[in-house]
Structures are given as C-alpha cells and as structure tokens.
C-alpha cells in the first residue's frame, strides 16, 4: 500500500495538500494503493505535483500545494524534490464522501406494451415476473421501466453475477452470454423459471444493479445521445470507440469513461491481469499476451494503451477485449 517509486516521497505528517484541482479520478471505486494514486492523477491531469491520500481508498490529485492542511489518517505524496509548504493554519475535518444517496425508484408512468396503451406497469405487476420481458414501441423491455413491478430498482449489486444461472437446457448461455444483448437474453429464464433479469440471476449483466457508475458528460464525437447509456446497448463493440468528457479535448476509449457499461467495475471482479489470455489469431505461446498489452506506450492524448482495444482470447477459450482480460494493463481496475 505504502510502496513508491524512488522519485517520490511520502510525508509522514497528517496533511492534506489543497489546491484548485482537488479531483478524485476516481470517484466511483477506491483507489487501493498509493502509488496508483499518483499514477492516475498524472494519467488523467496535468502538472500534478502532490496527491491526498486516505486509507480508505480516496484518492486527489493536485496542480499546487499553496499550503497544508491537517488531516487525521491522510498521506499526502510529493515528488523527492518537492519543498512543502508551511500549513494553513486550519483544519480539515471533512472532505471526503463516505456515501452516496440512494436514487428514488418508481415505475414508468408512460411505458407500455407496444400498441396496447391499457397494459402499463400496473398490467405488468399483476404478472410478474414474467411480463417483466414485454417491450413498448421503442424497444425498452418492462425490467428496465416498471421498477417496482419487476423488483428491478437500481442500486448497488450485492455480489457479482450467478455462476450457476444459464438459460433452460443450454449451460454455454450464461450471464456472460446475457450480458452481449441483455435487452432480448434477460428475459430468458432458467429450468426453475428465474429470469436473466432477477437478483438471483445476472443482475449486473441485466443492469439492474450498479457496480459503479458511468460518466454523465463523456460521449462519442461530441453527440450527446451517443454517451455511456448508447455504450451500454451494445457494449461489445462500443467500449472500444473513442469519444470525449465535456470541455476536455482528449480522446478516451469509452471503457475509461463507462466502467459499468463496459463491465470493467474495480469491485465486479479480480483485478489482475489474465495470463491465458493472448491476441486473436496467435498460438497459445504466443507472446501477445498481458504483458505484451502492458508494454505498448501510452499515446499523448489519455486513451490508455492502444492494445487495449484488441479483442483475443482468455484463458477460458472465450473472446474477451484487452481492457476486460488484462486489467491492471489497461487500467481498468
């Protein structure tokens, strides 16, 4: 936790360096060491010259140290050479969040069956769950509208997917078969008749539940209806496009911007790279590996390793893009 590397230093003091920055990179999942700290900040900002670190795994990253404030439990890292300012001469008491509030669920009050007006949500609760896969005019199943009535209220998932779930009479669909087209495959269920959708089943794959959240401003060339919602409807083939956050002019792959869309949440799954997965089209010894992702430069815009982007193999026999296999490569955890 406590490991750095030698162009850096951490103060002992419990401090809490400010400046106009403050940023958390990020917000949506605790930053375990702090080193990755840093490493993210100077990934993501630039002239960062101290981050704030707290043992709880909140991370910010700072553009100057105007002066120091006292904050119990924090570690404040700087670079070697970097001369500390005097303090500030107040406290810190409270600057970092400890909980987020937990969104208001309703069903839709103009979702219904496709062409059939009187068969809302209300329709929908009387048989439930099984009307919970009947689609309205533009293709939304019931699971995704009619909350209440199909016990699919947002908030975060409990624990990862089911491992034993698969559709009736075929183990291959599994959750991870759910997940490619989720608005069709969740609403199959399994030989005791528990649907894709249910908390029992795939409800991350079926997003009901989050994991951490997607960025609200990031899209892809600028068009707003093209942002992590669109990602999330196709996510095989859509994590791997480039796209923006709102008054930035890098360019990102969308799965830096919508981990939950992209399934890459820190807290969804081990946090290691895979070392059976390779690049498509090689042989199992092949040296295309994690590693080989790892060693490709970053490019001058904040997109990551390019390899990531690459679809291959894991160590399953499944495709699997780079940023989904080779998750410390790629940053993704």
Not at 62 to 86: E, H, I, R, T
Not at 96 to 101: A, E, I, M, N, R
Request: hydrophobic content about 30%; overall charge negative.
């Amino acid at each position: 936790v406590f490991s750095l590397n030698d162009n850096l230093r951490l103060v002992d003091e419990s401090v809490w360096c400010s400046s106009d920055l403050n940023s958390n990179p990020s917000p949506n999942a605790a930053v375990e060491t702090i080193q990755m700290c840093w490493d993210l900040c100077v990934y993501i900002f630039d002239n960062i010259v101290a981050i704030d670190w707290h043992p709880g795994g909140y991370c910010y990253c700072q553009n100057s140290c105007d002066c120091l404030l006292s904050f119990v439990s924090a570690k404040l890292v700087v670079a070697s050479d970097f001369q500390l300012p005097a303090t500030c001469g107040d406290s810190l008491t409270t600057n970092v969040p400890t909980s987020k509030p937990t969104p208001l669920c309703s069903d839709s009050a103009s979702w219904y069956k496709n062409g059939e007006p009187s068969k809302d949500c209300s329709w929908v609760n009387e048989f439930a769950p099984q009307r919970c896969g009947v689609k309205n005019q533009k293709n939304v199943p019931a699971f995704e509208a009619c909350l209440v009535a199909c016990d699919t209220c947002p908030g975060p998932c409990d624990s990862q997917d089911s491992t034993t779930w698969y559709r009736t009479d075929d183990p291959s669909r599994d959750c991870n078969w759910v997940r490619d087209f989720y608005q069709s495959r969740c609403t199959r269920s399994n030989e005791y008749g528990v649907y894709g959708f249910e908390s029992s089943a795939c409800p991350y794959a079926c997003r009901v539940c989050n994991f951490c959240e997607d960025d609200p401003t990031f899209s892809i060339n600028n068009d707003i209806t093209k942002g992590c919602d669109w990602v999330s409807l196709a996510s095989q083939s859509r994590c791997t496009k480039l796209g923006s956050y709102a008054n930035r002019t890098e360019t990102y792959f969308a799965f830096t911007a919508c981990p939950n869309a992209c399934h890459v949440c820190s807290n969804y799954s081990d946090c290691s790279d895979d070392s059976g997965w390779f690049k498509n089209n090689e042989d199992d010894e092949s040296t295309k590996n994690c590693d080989w992702v790892a060693a490709a430069p970053l490019p001058v815009d904040g997109i990551g390793p390019a390899r990531c982007a690459i679809k291959g193999t894991n160590s399953d026999g499944n495709s699997a893009y780079a940023f989904e296999a080779c998750r410390s490569a790629c940053l993704t955890c």
